[in-house]
Each structure stands twice: as C-alpha cells, then as structure tokens.
C-alpha cells in the first residue's frame, strides 16, 4: 500500500471565487492557474466541520468536461490531506448531477457507510473545451447543492486563503477501471473507490416508475422515440435505461458518447442548441418525412430536460404543470398523492393553477435548485420546476433529466393504456392541449442577452428598479407603447423567507406583475463566467379555453415590446436582440 504525508501548500487567494447559482464556474484556463482549484476545494473543506470530515466518505465526479480528469486527481489528494477517509468516483469519473444526488442519499458502501457530500465537476449547459468552461459545486449531506449559508462561508474562506493540505504520495489513481486502491496516511487508510456510474441510480427509477408499461409503449409500433444527450454525461444512463432496461432501439440514441467539448456545441437542451434534435422533430426546416412522436434532450450534468412532441415543443414551464397535474395516476411512487408542488419566481405560473385545480399547497422559490431542498426534507414538496428547463422531484435533491423523460413516457402510456376504439395514439400534443383546455394556457417567453457588459446590466437593473416607485409614469409609457397590454399594478424586487429555515434571500429579480395576470421578469444570471447575462421573462395568461391555441410569438409580442421600451434595453446594452430565445 502506498504510503502518503501531508504537505502545507502556501498560496494567496483568488478574486471571484464565489459559487453563483449552482457553483463556481469559469474559463478552463482560469481553474487550470496553480492553485486555482485546490484553493475552492481546500475552502470547502475548512467552511465545514472537521468532525464529518475526518473519516468521511465524498464523491467526485461530474460530466466528463475538459479538465475533469486533472481537477478529480487535485481533489483526491486535497481530500486525503483534510482526513477524508473514503473518495468515491464514478467510472471515468462520469456521473450526472441527479445520479450523484442518488449516491450521497442512496448508496451504501461495503462498511455500510453513507457518503457525506460531494463535489460534482461540471459548468451544466456551459459550453466545455480547453478555451470553454469548468465548474464545480459542493453538495450536501442530503444530496442537494450547498445552501446560501454554506457556500457563503466557502466564499469568505477564499478571500483569506494563506495555504491548503494536499497529499504527496498518492500515485495518479485509475479513475477508468471500477475497483478500490488504498493509501496509508498520517491518520490511517485512505481509499479511493471507483465503481459503475449507472447502478445506483438505474435502482431507482426503477422504484418510481413502471418500467414494463413505458417498454409498452416504447414497443408500439406507432409510438416512435429519440434522445439527444448532446453529448453530456446522460448518454451513459441513457444507453442502460432507454436500450438495456425499456427495449428502446439504440438507433433512437442521438449524440450519447459524452466527448469532452461537447462535440463543440451548447448542451443546452432548447431550441436554439439542440438543433438536431430541433430538426428530427419537424421543428426546423426542411421537415424530415418521418419524424418521431416523442422527442427528448438533457444538458451537459443531465440535471436539465427538453420534452418534444411531433412538431411541438413542451414548455418547461407546462411540463412541470403537466406532470403534477398526471403524476398520482400515471407514476407508481406518486401513487399515494403529492405532498406538495413549487417552482422557481420567474416560472409560469401554469403550476399554480394545477395546485390550486388539486388543492395542494404550492410554493415560489428563487431561481436555483437549492431553494428546493428545504421544503422536500420536510416533507411538502414532491414535484417541483424551473422554465430553465429543470423539472424533478423528491426522489433526489437536484433537477433530473432522465427522471422528466421517463415522467413524459410514463403519462403517454397511461393514456395510452386502452388502446382506443380507434386505436389512435395519444400524443404529447395531445395531452399538452388538453390541459390548456382543462386549466387555460400560460404563453411564456425568455429573452437571453448573454455576456453583456457588467456595468451596463447593473445600469438596466437600477433603472428597472425606479419605476416601481412610479407606476404611474411606467402605466403612461406603457400605454403610450401598447394600449392593448394592460396596467402594472405590482412592481418589486422578489424577496423570499423560507418557510423552513426562516432564511431570507433578497433582490430575487424585478418583477413587473400586470392586472391581468402577466408578468414580467428581469433578472442577472448566475452561472455564466464572463461579463453578465441579462434574462427576460415574459408571460402571459389566457383563461379563455377557446383561445388557447394562438401562435405564442405573436400573442406575446405586444408584452415583450413592452418589457423591451421600458427597460431601454438596447440603450443599455446596445442589444437590438438577444442572443437566444426559449
Ligand atoms: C440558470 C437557470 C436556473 C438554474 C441554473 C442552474 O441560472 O436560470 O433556473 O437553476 O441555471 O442550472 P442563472 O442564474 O444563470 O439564471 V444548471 O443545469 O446550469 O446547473
Ligand atoms: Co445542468
């Protein structure tokens, strides 16, 4: 067994080392600068108590981004050093973020020991490569990324950084082969294991759903499928559940080798990223004579989904709604109701709706999926969403994107379970304009205008701000530029207290809420790495059951140029449009 001493590596802190959204994430070159990495991590460490360090088990893993290999060899060996008893890895250091999630909570070592948290290696839907970007984030002891609190100390931590325990002696560790190597330290046996990514989390799908009626449907010859993993991290879980597990034809598998760069793209399961897929479903042009019925994509860590019908795109904002509103029937582990649902400010409120239909009590978090976790482990949330295209559940702690196509298929085959008098499939069209029809439409819109200049984006916020102190002036301009869109009568930034924990989180992104349901909402992004990136989101509610079925560009458009005039948005920016619409 090889043997290990601890080294006190001297170093000074970074600027910018503050986890945004969910984690830090930055240029590949600014993470691979000496100490870069290990200065976070050692950060991490110290933020939390050494009692649960000492002995402890942690993850590292992610989706096999650029640098993946080089940052998970730095963390074993910080890891060692802090007293970290046990690292686990999943093969080739792949896991999504949802199966990770699954692994702090779920799996059991041979001692019957638990993991204590982990740090997943991944910048999610950010582009990947040498000159692209890498990120990290930490999660806890539930599975969910680190609450305000926590990474908070962890920022503070990386402001006074003087030096940080590394281990010399540990030899590179074969991250590609499943297996355990052990190590001899200073306070006794270090031991890295590296085990099957897939396992743990294929077990528990396999709890929540019905695997034989989605192999069902997924056998009928009318019912046609196609996963684009984008060539993130899902294309591993993909290949075991889709093919090996539901019978689906490895043919319907697009982009499912994750690749370090992505293949050069975006894993950003939406319509402007995913194009192929766009395209396979009859969305882009020209039109493929044979398009699929279902159609469904995931981000670069998997934690994000993209649900297509035939020619038709899924909000993520109705898919949530949707799959509150047909999960006790159609999902085996919601049988015995839900507890609860949520979603983040700026999703539409399609949700809402289905609460109030169902009587369930509904919650509004700000944006990022730790504002989740709280509610879920005290038992009053089940279903929760993000329009970011995040959907999940309380199976796990973390969005799940695999989780949201086999919640799509396990609905299609339930209405699908009499094969109809006319035999007829039920499509994702189908169900997607029946619940309009059920609980009226929310049109939605987002406007991204990425890597814009800081200053500018602060100056657009604090103008943005001002008119709520004025709505009058803002009615005027307002009806000066549309006189059909109706009066503001609400306008705040959106503050949130959690009901749990009584924690406060402030200036959430401005709101502007209309009278007659619309909303508009602005806010800065906190997972991009240069410059800022201003989201505009726009919604607009039809309770009219007859007039549900409009073209949403041009039932929006009247809102958007609205929301464009009074943010002065090109003013600011110098942005005539944005870089990507959802
Ligand atoms: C974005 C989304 C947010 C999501 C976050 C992480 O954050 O808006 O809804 O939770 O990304 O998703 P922001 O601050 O850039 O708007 V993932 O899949 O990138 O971890
Ligand atoms: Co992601």
């Known amino acids: 067994m090889a043997t290990f001493t601890v080294k006190k590596q001297q170093t000074k802190p970074f600027d910018g080392q ?25 950060s991490t460490f110290k933020a939390l108590p050494a009692e649960k360090i000492r002995g ?25 050093a802090n007293g970290v008893g046990q690292v686990w890895v999943g093969q080739d250091g792949l896991l999504s973020t949802p199966a990770v999630s699954c692994i702090i909570r779920d799996r059991v070592g041979s001692k019957g020991e638990k993991a204590y948290g982990a740090f997943i290696l991944t910048a999610s839907h950010n582009a990947g490569g040498p000159d692209e970007d890498f990120g990290i984030k930490y999660n806890t002891e539930n599975g969910g990324p680190a609450l305000e609190s926590l990474t908070d100390k962890i920022f503070e931590n990386t402001k006074n950084i003087k030096e940080y325990l590394i281990a010399e002696g540990i030899p590179h560790v074969d991250i590609h082969n499943t297996g355990r190597s052990t190590f001899s330290g200073p306070s006794g046996e270090f031991a890295v294991e590296v085990f099957d990514s897939t396992e743990e989390y294929v077990n528990l799908m396999k709890k929540i759903f019905d695997f034989e009626a989605i192999s069902r449907l997924l056998a009928r010859p009318d019912f046609t499928f196609c996963f684009d993993a984008l060539h993130g991290v899902a294309g591993v879980y993909a290949k075991r559940i889709f093919v090996t597990e539901l019978g689906a034809a490895e043919s319907s598998l697009v982009n499912c080798v994750p690749k370090e760069d992505f ?39 998997a934690d994000r989904n993209m649900i297509l019908g035939k020619k038709f795109f899924v909000t993520p904002s109705d898919s949530v709604a949707i799959i509150a509103a047909n999960a006790v029937g159609s999902i085996p ?62 199976h796990i702690r973390e969005k799940d994107g695999i989780w949201a196509v086999l919640a799509w298929l396990s609905i299609l085959a339930y209405r699908n ?22 609980y009226g439409r929310h049109y939605y819109t987002r406007y991204d205008y990425e890597n814009v200049d ?18 009058d002036g803002l009615n005027k ?38 009278k007659d349901g619309s909303r508009l909402v602005f806010r800065l992004s906190g997972t991009g790495s240069v410059g800022a990136t201003i989201r505009l989101y726009i919604e607009q509610y039809q309770s009219d059951r007859s007039k549900t079925g409009a073209d949403a560009a041009g039932t929006l458009a009247p809102l958007v140029q609205v929301a464009l005039v009074i943010s002065k948005m090109e003013e600011f920016t110098g942005r005539s449009s944005p870089t990507v619409i959802t």
């Not at 109030?356 to 709280?374: A, D, I, S, Y």
């Not at 379970?417 to 059920?438: P, Q, S, Y």
């Not at 500018?456 to 103008?463: Q, R």
Request: charged share 25%; proline share 4%.
């Open 263 to 301: 293949g050069g793209g975006h894993p950003d399961p939406n319509l402007t990223y995913a194009k192929q897929l766009v395209k396979t479903m009859g969305l882009g042009s020209p039109v493929p004579e044979e398009i699929p019925e279902f159609g469904a994509a995931a981000d670069g860590d």
């Open 333 to 394: 582990y919601f049988r015995h109701g839900l507890k609860g649902v949520a979603r983040s400010m700026p999703t539409s409120a399609a949700l809402d709706v289905v609460a109030k239909g169902l009587g369930l009590r509904q919650f509004e978090v700000p944006t990022g999926w730790k504002f989740f976790g709280n509610l879920m482990d005290a038992g009053m949330c089940s279903i929760c969403g993000e329009e970011s295209f995040g959907t999940g559940s309380d």
């Open 454 to 471: 800081a200053g500018a984006a602060k100056n657009l916020m604090d103008h943005l701000v001002k008119h709520h102190s004025d709505l």
């Open 417 to 438: 379970r009499d094969v109809a008098a006319d035999g007829k499939l039920v499509t994702v069209e189908d169900i997607v304009t029946l619940h309009w029809k059920t």
């Open 18 to 42: 503050k986890p945004g959204t969910s984690g830090l994430r930055k240029k590949v070159k600014v993470f691979q600068q000496e100490h870069y990495l290990a200065n976070f991590v050692q």
């Open 56 to 80: 402890s088990t942690i993850v590292v893993s992610g989706d096999g981004r650029y640098y993946s290999e080089d940052a998970i060899q730095i963390i074993i060996k910080i890891a060692a």
């Open 477 to 514: 301009i307002i009806k000066d530029t549309r006189p059909e869109v109706a009066e503001v009568a609400l306008g705040d930034e959106f503050e949130y207290t959690d009901p749990v924990d009584g924690s406060v989180s402030s200036h959430q992104g401005v709101r502007f809420l209309f």
